[in-house]
């Protein structure tokens, strides 16, 4: 099922009920201001399992949160120094992830264990929807593109309907995103290392 919202200035009444649905384990598709994406409440296991089972992807490989501003960015990493913080607040909101230590709100089912400390991927979209809806929630909604993991991502919400609508509840058409994956930026060691060159232009 596509639901149309309006692509500045979506409608309350449909961030309603696009948020009763998640906060039932629901799994929709959604524009950010990159690329499709798929993504259900991040405190919900058993919709990130679906997520998962329907991308065919590797349990083990994290999937960032998406937030709606800095003050809950900030409850899911661990204390942020001022010099990484000024730079969050550049990037954000914008086409990056960020990659930060996982504080203990981040779901275990959520973070990544592969070094030292757990680390957790966020992003702050620049798209009205992506915030209006996370801020509504009051908490953080899954974020990774649309597509089965190793093929194309999926970049319209017909395209998305027609290929993976069977196993979503909804498909939100908030306008077409840019197309292109954000910029990765990893905030984990001494000094920001890009991971992955995107939307974003790196370095600042």
Same mark, same amino acid.
């Given at each position: 099922?596509?639901?149309?919202?309006?692509? =500045?200035?979506?409608q309350?009444?449909?961030?309603?009920?696009?948020?009763?649905?998640?906060?039932?384990?629901?799994?929709?598709?959604?524009?950010?201001?990159?690329?499709f994406?798929? $993504?259900? #409440?991040?405190?919900?296991?058993?919709a990130?399992?679906?997520?998962?089972?329907?991308?065919r992807?590797?349990?083990?490989?994290?999937?960032? #949160?998406?937030?709606?501003?800095? =003050?809950?960015?900030? +409850?899911?990493?661990?204390?942020?120094?001022?010099? %990484?913080?000024?730079?969050l607040?550049?990037?954000?909101? $914008?086409?990056?992830?960020?990659?930060?230590?996982?504080?203990? =709100?981040?779901?275990?089912? #959520?973070?990544?264990? $592969? +070094?030292?400390?757990?680390?957790?991927?966020?992003?702050?979209?620049?798209?009205?929807?992506?915030?209006?809806?996370?801020?509504l929630?009051?908490?953080?909604?899954i974020?990774?593109?649309?597509?089965?993991? $190793?093929?194309?991502?999926?970049?319209?919400?017909?395209?998305?309907?027609?290929?993976? /609508?069977?196993?979503?509840?909804?498909?939100?058409?908030?306008?077409?995103?840019?197309?292109?994956?954000?910029?990765?930026?990893?905030? %984990? /060691?001494? =000094?920001?290392?890009?991971?992955?060159? /995107?939307?974003?232009?790196?370095?600042?």
């Amino acid at each position: 099922m596509i639901l149309t919202l309006h692509p =500045e200035t979506p409608q309350v009444r449909h961030l309603e009920r696009i948020a009763e649905l998640l906060r039932k384990d629901g799994v929709i598709a959604y524009p950010t201001d990159t690329l499709f994406g798929l $993504g259900c #409440l991040a405190s919900r296991k058993k919709a990130v399992d679906r997520i998962r089972e329907l991308k065919r992807r590797d349990a083990k490989k994290p999937m960032s #949160l998406l937030c709606a501003d800095m =003050e809950m960015l900030c +409850k899911y990493t661990r204390h942020l120094d001022t010099p %990484t913080f000024r730079v969050l607040k550049h990037l954000f909101p $914008g086409p990056y992830t960020a990659l930060l230590p996982a504080s203990r =709100e981040v779901p275990n089912h #959520l973070a990544s264990r $592969g +070094k030292l400390h757990a680390v957790v991927g966020l992003r702050i979209p620049d798209h009205a929807f992506c915030l209006e809806l996370t801020k509504l929630l009051g908490e953080p909604i899954i974020t990774t593109s649309a597509n089965l993991s $190793g093929d194309p991502t999926l970049n319209t919400a017909w395209e998305i309907e027609e290929e993976l /609508g069977h196993a979503l509840d909804m498909v939100i058409d908030c306008g077409e995103p840019l197309g292109e994956g954000s910029t990765i930026i990893d905030f %984990t /060691g001494d =000094e920001p290392a890009l991971i992955r060159e /995107g939307a974003g232009p790196w370095p600042i």
